[in-house]
């Protein structure tokens, strides 16, 4: 058993036991949200945190979180304080939910500092003995689903983008003498979620003939390198990789026409923003991050070996990505 399945096995045997021994709180003042996890992944729980504010408006929410997601917390305005020491934590929350924990976490609740603990890992192993997993959106949803009524409808996550982003971007774009525009982002922290810069290149010069647009290639400050690679293989990309913060990009998501890209944290934020989309997705678990909306497109080959179910993105071609996006538009 690897060591996130043992973790998930550990939370679900102390969830049990915090819930069915501790007594419940009579009212609801302090919750405590563990999301240590990667851009992608906290977009997904955002409408969870939303929902979990407005169901304990008198409590105090905190999330503990790693540090690169504090803007995308912050601008959901239902959050008390954004935690990334674990030190900064108070000694005992009412609620634990452990979106996605650790070890340290898991104790937390073990020792008795919260009353009630809900845990993501229960909900993902249940999920993989009855069928398979799900989309993120509804693990998640399910995570938290005993706080709230069965009939709770539940919301899709959005953004909340300021207009001052909004501007900044538009200010950008201006620079670069474009007011239409396609995204693409070629990066990914894993290397086999990367699609062959080359094809980028050339899927670029495609989009640029077929439909007049030139194209933005965004990403963190250590991606600009790999963006330059492509941008000098073709005459239509322009590298903006660490000219925007976090709540720029999605920003720039919000204001591109399309977005093609690898399976990343900028593919989620084009996702919930509803925009057209070709997602290229490598190694990964069928459906749990698939984009949602009809005008949204993912290519994911999956092959079935004697070794179990492989996947690689460099079985995607070019002529696939140009045909979703001619389907799509």
């Given at each position: 058993m690897d060591t996130e399945k043992l973790l998930y096995f550990c939370t679900s045997f102390v969830s049990t036991l915090v819930n069915a021994f501790l007594p419940r709180p009579k009212e609801v003042g302090s919750v405590l949200i563990v999301k240590l996890d990667e851009i992608g992944d906290m977009i997904y729980?955002?409408?969870?945190?939303?929902?979990?504010?407005?169901?304990?408006?008198?409590?105090?929410?905190?999330?503990?979180?790693?540090?690169?997601?504090n803007a995308l917390v912050d601008q959901t305005s239902a959050v008390t304080s954004i935690v990334n020491d674990p030190h900064n934590l108070q000694t005992r929350y009412d609620i634990q939910i452990d979106f996605r924990g650790n070890w340290q976490t898991m104790q937390r609740a073990l020792l008795g500092k919260c009353s009630r603990y809900f845990d993501r890992g229960s909900v993902r192993l249940q999920n993989k003995f009855n069928g398979g997993q799900k989309h993120e959106i509804e693990t998640n949803q399910e995570t938290v689903q005993a706080l709230f009524p069965e009939s709770y409808q539940w919301s899709k996550p959005k953004l909340h983008i300021t207009e001052d982003d909004q501007e900044s971007v538009r200010g950008l774009t201006a620079k670069y003498g474009i007011s239409q525009y396609v995204v693409m982002h070629c990066g990914a922290r894993d290397e086999a979620r990367r699609w062959p810069v080359e094809r980028f290149a050339k899927l670029i010069d495609i989009i640029h003939t077929e439909y007049g647009l030139k194209t933005l290639l965004i990403g963190s400050p250590n991606e600009h390198d790999l963006n330059q690679l492509i941008a000098d293989q073709c005459n239509n990309a322009i590298n903006i990789a660490g000219e925007t913060g976090l709540m720029q990009l999605a920003a720039v998501m919000r204001q591109?026409?399309?977005?093609?890209?690898?399976?990343?944290?900028?593919?989620?934020?084009?996702?919930v923003e509803q925009k057209p989309l070709v997602a290229l997705f490598g190694p990964g678990v069928k459906d749990v991050f698939y984009p949602l909306y009809p005008n949204q497109r993912a290519i994911h080959h999956i092959h079935s070996g004697m070794k179990g179910d492989f996947d690689s993105i460099n079985d995607i071609t070019v002529e696939e990505v140009t045909n979703a996006l001619t389907e799509m538009m």
């Open positions: 729980t955002l409408h969870c945190i939303e929902a979990i504010a407005d169901q304990f408006p008198k409590a105090t929410i905190d999330v503990y979180c790693k540090s690169m997601n591109c026409d399309f977005f093609v890209g690898n399976e990343s944290g900028p593919l989620h934020f084009a996702i």
